[in-house]
């Protein structure tokens, strides 16, 4: 579950609001007075058009920023106010895809997928069966010994893919996941997705992508400005159900 109240960010150092006497001119917050709470185990789309908060939202909910002002409970944690290890342990629950992928250049693709699993103590034969059935899920196996700099876009956003869903996390976050992929990838990424969130994860996708959002209208946090475009009622001129008729799979297949 993830439940924003009255959340304001606005980046950088000295993130609260400027005072009256502080000098600063007011530039106005990245996100504004941001209010919504998303279930345990359902799939909402973040959507609005460039420059309107998506990643920023993604990067509150991912536990790397703090809010300004108004709180935040993920997973059941408030972040602002845990100390460092507590906050490094929900991270460790959190699949992020970020739009920059954040791929590390020194470790090959095995490596970069395994390093979750690394990072949270799990031991070997358990990371050799994970990282080897995602890899092949992936279609990555072959260039399984590659580094970051000689894969291909749609690969290196793959091995993102493959480093976030790795540890089966409570909440995955991405941010257009779907950028560098051919369509019929998009399709079975956002499938995945889905039985992720059947299976109980909280799935949150940020995407510009049209198509898959005619083809899937789920429940959506939709911002402009910064500001929540519509109060988000699950339900809402929404299918939650999450199926997708054999009309709307052409349209994503086109
Ligand atoms: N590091 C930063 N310092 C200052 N302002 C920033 C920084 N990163 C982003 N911004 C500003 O914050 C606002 C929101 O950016 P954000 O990246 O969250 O939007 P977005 O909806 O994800 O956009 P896009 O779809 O283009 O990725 C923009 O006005 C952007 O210029």
């Known amino acids: 579950m993830i ?19 502080s000098g600063r001119e007011a530039v106005p917050p990245v996100l504004d007075n941001i209010g919504f709470s998303i279930p345990q185990g359902a799939f909402y789309w973040l959507t609005g058009p460039s420059g309107a908060g998506k990643s920023s939202l993604l990067r ?10 108004g709180e935040m409970e ?27 992928l954040r791929l590390l250049a020194e470790l090959d693709v095995l490596d970069n997928i395994a390093l979750p699993l690394r990072l949270a103590g799990e031991d070997d034969t358990h990371i050799r069966r994970e990282v080897q059935s995602i890899l092949e899920w992936l279609g990555l196996g072959p260039k399984r010994h590659r580094y970051p700099d000689a894969l291909s876009g749609g690969e290196r956003q793959r091995v993102a893919i493959a480093r976030a869903l790795v540890g089966r996390p409570a909440l ?43 083809a899937l209208p789920l429940p959506s946090i939709a911002l402009s400005n910064g500001k929540l475009v519509h109060p988000l009622l699950p339900g809402t001129g929404a299918d939650t159900s999450g199926n997708v008729s054999a009309s709307d799979r052409t349209l994503l297949t086109r």
């Open 60 to 69: 509150l909910a991912h536990g790397e920023v703090m809010p300004s002002s």
């Open 3 to 21: 439940r924003f109240r009255n959340v304001t960010y606005r980046h950088g150092p000295g993130q609260r609001q400027p005072g009256p006497r």
């Open 74 to 100: 993920i997973l059941g944690v408030n972040p602002a106010r845990v100390g460092r290890r507590q906050r490094a342990q929900l991270r460790q629950r959190i699949g992020f895809i970020p739009q920059d």
């Open 172 to 214: 995955l976050l991405a941010d257009e996941p779907t950028n560098a992929l051919a369509e019929g990838q998009s399709w079975q990424l956002i499938e995945a997705l889905q039985a992720l969130s059947r299976s109980g994860t909280t799935v949150v996708v940020a995407t510009h992508n049209e198509t898959l959002l005619r």
